[in-house]
């Protein structure tokens, strides 16, 4: 979609949609707000590689908008800049601080005022000093050239309409011999009818793209070492509580079309780097 208009109208829609999610509190992708709940929203976040030390000392606003944890893989040390695109309410950002420790610097980025607004007040509660949000859009991140050490980002690339942007964007900040491990949603050939329920859909698989599509938009940004380091093919019952009610939505997603979904679509971490001699 490399209509400005249509890339607009998309950015507006995602905007307005998780502006809602966060300020009415309701669940997205099957994550209550409580994050040390029990039930599906506890479960659903041990599925996204979330561990209790993980959780602990997290305010409980700060929930989860994703579909993995893109850190339990990531080897980020201490003294390192990390980069979350899409930092939403914070858990992953308050995640990456902890991380790098003192020395190091945690920088979200994110479109949403409201987002903006709860991650700031979460990074005041979790007692964070090395962590600082910035107001802005993939597609032109508000870093410098060479600015991260590491990029993360979780189920927030698939949202948008110029994905070759956000990737070439993504090799711009990076330094060189910098890496990228995202957590993000793809789909597996589904059908053309269904391809196009899933374009209806607002939220989290609206804009999900066929893996082999989604790792050849990163080569083709300049990342080396492209590689899936783990991923998740979702069943109709893994399914249902993530998108049934469409992220938090309005709009009931039928049970039948999950059903046939299944197999599909898959939750993957991908792990890419900048070569060295850029």
């Not at 339990?72 to 939403?88: F, K, M, N, R, Y």
Request: hydrophobic letters at 40%; charged letters at 25%.
């Amino acid at each position: 979609m490399s209509d400005k208009r249509t890339s607009r109208n998309i950015r507006e829609a995602v905007k307005k949609h998780y502006a809602q999610a966060i300020t009415s509190q309701k669940p997205c992708c099957g994550h209550d707000q409580n994050l040390l709940g029990t039930g599906d929203a506890a479960k659903l976040l041990q599925m996204s590689g979330y561990t209790p030390t993980d959780l602990k000392g997290i305010p409980e606003s700060a929930s989860s908008f994703g579909c993995g944890n893109p850190l339990s893989l990531a080897q980020v040390s201490a003294g390192q800049t990390v980069l979350d695109l899409g930092s939403g309410a914070g858990l992953d950002l308050i995640l990456a601080a902890r991380k790098v420790g003192p020395g190091g610097k945690a920088i979200g980025l994110d479109m949403t005022d409201e987002m903006i607004e709860v991650c700031r007040r979460n990074l005041a509660q979790a007692g964070i000093t090395n962590a600082e949000v910035r107001k802005g859009i993939m597609e032109r991140m508000p870093v410098a050239d060479g600015e991260v050490d590491w990029i993360i980002s979780n189920c927030v690339i698939n949202l948008s309409p110029e994905k070759e942007k956000v990737f070439a964007e993504a090799f711009r900040v990076l330094r060189p011999g910098g890496r990228l491990l995202v957590s993000d949603i793809v789909t597996e050939e589904l059908p053309a009818e269904l391809r196009a329920d899933l374009e209806a859909w607002a939220g989290c698989l609206g804009g999900a793209v066929d893996e082999p599509v989604y790792l050849d938009l990163m080569r083709r940004a300049g990342f080396i070492d492209v590689k899936v380091v783990d991923k998740l093919v979702y069943t109709a019952e893994q399914l249902d509580p993530m998108f049934g009610d469409c992220c938090g939505g309005d709009t009931k997603i039928d049970r039948a079309v999950l059903d046939r979904c299944a197999g599909r679509v898959a939750s993957i971490k991908v792990y890419a780097e900048k070569p060295a001699s850029v």
